[in-house]
Each structure stands twice: as C-alpha cells, then as structure tokens.
C-alpha cells in the first residue's frame, strides 16, 4: 500500500521499481548458471484420454529451484531464457531429458515437450530433436513438441524446413495455447500439426450461464476433427468443467482435477506400478472466486 503523500509515495513506489529490475538482473545472472548448478528439473502432469480414461503422456514443464528465491515460475523465467538466448541450452536440456525420462516408463506413454520460437529458429535444433532421440532409444512418435503460434511470426524457409524434417523424423506437434495469439487458420494449413491445445483462458468460465467458451470449444473440436487432429483441453480444474468438455467432444483433459506437474521419481513410480491417480479430484463446480483470478 502507497503511504504518505505526494514525495513518499513516489519514493515508494521507485524502490519497489528499483528492487523488481535487480531482481530480474540477479535472476538473468543466475539463470546461467542454473543447469550448471543442478537448479532446474522437469516436472511432469499428466494427460488424460476422454474416451478410455488413462494416462496417455505427459507433458514436461520446467522448474527452477534458486537458492534465494526459492521456486521460480516458468511464466517468470522462459521469457528470460528467451531473451538472453539461454534458451537454447535450456531446451536442448529439456528435449534429452525428457526422452530420456519416456525411456523408463510405460512404452504406450507419450512426453511432451515445449519448445520456444527462438529455440525452434536455432539452426542446431533438428539436431539436437534427432540426438534426444538417439541417446533416449524411444520411438519419435513418443515425443510430441509443443509449439506456439508465435513461431510463425518469422515465417520463413526455416520454418517450413522444419516442419518437413519433424515429420520426416516422426516425431508428433501440438499446437499449445491455441486461441490465445493471432488464430489464423493458415498456420493450420501450412503446419502439420497433430494436435490442438486448447488454452485455458476458453475454460475460465466456460460453465457460466451465457459463456461464449463452451460454442468456441465446439467450433475448435471440430475443425481439428476436420482436419484429422486431436484435441486437448488445458486447465481443467472442476468436475462440471470435465462433464462439459465431454460433451463437446475434447479428446483430452490436462488439468488440476487429474493433478498438477509433478516430480520425475512420483511420475515413474505411478506409471510404472500402473497406479496413477486418474480419478478426477477437483471441486465438483468451479468457483467463482477461482475464475476471477
Ligand atoms: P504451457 O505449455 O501452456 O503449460 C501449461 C501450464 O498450465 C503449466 O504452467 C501448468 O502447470 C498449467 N496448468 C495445468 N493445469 C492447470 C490447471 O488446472 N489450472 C491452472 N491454473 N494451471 C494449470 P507452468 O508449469 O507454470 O508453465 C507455464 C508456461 O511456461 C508453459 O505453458 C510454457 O509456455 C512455459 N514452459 C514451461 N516449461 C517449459 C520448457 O521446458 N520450455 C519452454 N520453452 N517453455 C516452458
Ligand atoms: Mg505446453
Ligand atoms: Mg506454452
Ligand atoms: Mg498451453
């Protein structure tokens, strides 16, 4: 809260300013060395099928553990990595680890793994998407690589190459956050993709009376069916938000209700005794205090 008047207040305010940019300088810093120092691990969160009710993949989504600063978020630090270029050592990281995690579950589960624009422009990353196959041993179409609609915006030669070289290695796309950047229907054209994700934003209030999520849900099903993709539903925390994308015809659910991302050892554990936890956990309505925030 902003005390005092009109000079405090701007000294207040200029010292929170001045502590958020060294925090962001200390972090940049850090970042470099996170990998290095055994900061960063990969998380897991299941993905559940809608028709036969099991654990299909997973997705890996990364953490960073900072000394200081304790658990870091993703939303905080990729676009960090993004703009330093250390994401190019991140992802790399992530591919390897990642197949090389699959490699120790179940052979029917599949891992995804987010790939960044900047990563997904790099000149060495067909290469390292064919290494992290090679040293893992898994079959490519275990490896399923999230991309955002935000690769298109340097749509080049690079990108279409890509592409063309992905499938060529058999290795399965998703588009993430669909419904969230520009939506043109030509990148779906031009890419090969074998999935939808669906963002979250649409199951905010999806189940409020009046939602114009649930007619949006509709129209993305079927133009994924159409063009011979799956869907995939992210953030669903709420039985009444699990009935509805049923309805609608979601093929997959990833969401708090399941579980949320966790550790690589509870992971391999559940997978492998066949025990993950499957049965929907959430409140049986969403709340509205949830969906304001
Ligand atoms: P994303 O790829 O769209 O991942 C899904 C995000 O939704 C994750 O956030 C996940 O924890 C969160 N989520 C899943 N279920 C629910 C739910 O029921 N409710 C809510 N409120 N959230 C849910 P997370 O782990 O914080 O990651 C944020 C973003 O950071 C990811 O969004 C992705 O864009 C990026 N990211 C994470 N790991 C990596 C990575 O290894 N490489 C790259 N390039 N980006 C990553
Ligand atoms: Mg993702
Ligand atoms: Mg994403
Ligand atoms: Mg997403």
């Known amino acids: 809260a902003a005390k005092g008047g009109g000079r405090g207040q701007f000294r207040f305010y200029s010292s929170e300013l001045h502590e958020s940019a060294e925090k962001r300088r200390r972090l940049e810093e850090d970042l470099r060395d996170a990998l290095i120092n055994d900061q960063i691990r990969l998380n ?20 960073w553990n900072h000394p200081e600063f304790g658990d870091v978020s993703p939303a905080v630090f990729i676009p960090i990595a993004e703009e330093t270029s250390l994401i190019i050592a991140l992802g790399e990281w992530a591919l390897r680890q990642a197949c ?15 790939v960044s624009p900047a990563q997904f422009a790099h000149a060495n990353f067909i290469a390292s998407v064919t290494q992290a196959l090679a040293q893992s041993g898994i079959t490519p179409e275990r490896l399923e690589i999230e991309l955002t609609e935000s690769i298109f915006v340097n ?57 114009r999520n649930p007619a949006i849900i509709t129209a993305i099903v079927s133009l994924a069916k159409a063009l011979d993709m799956v869907t995939t539903a992210e953030g669903i925390e709420a039985r009444d938000e699990l009935a509805l994308m049923r309805e609608l015809g979601v093929d997959q659910i990833q969401g708090y209700i399941y579980s949320p991302a966790r550790p690589v050892a509870e992971v391999s554990e559940a997978l492998a005794s066949g025990a993950w936890v499957i049965e929907p956990k959430g409140p049986a309505k969403q709340r509205a205090e949830r969906r304001t925030v």
Request: no cysteine; proline share 4%.
């Open 155 to 211: 749509d080049d030669e690079t990108t279409e190459q890509n592409f063309a070289a992905l499938k060529r290695l058999g290795v399965r796309l998703a588009l993430d956050d669909f419904g969230t950047g520009y939506s043109s229907l030509g990148y779906l054209k031009k890419a090969p993709f074998d999935k939808i994700k669906i963002d979250k934003g649409f199951i905010r209030d999806v189940t409020v009376p009046g939602s």
């Open 100 to 114: 090389s995690d699959a490699m120790t579950w179940p052979g029917n589960i599949r891992v995804a793994v987010n």
């Open 44 to 63: 897991y969160q299941p993905i559940v099928s809608t028709t036969t009710d099991t654990v299909i993949g997973v997705e890996a989504l990364m953490r």
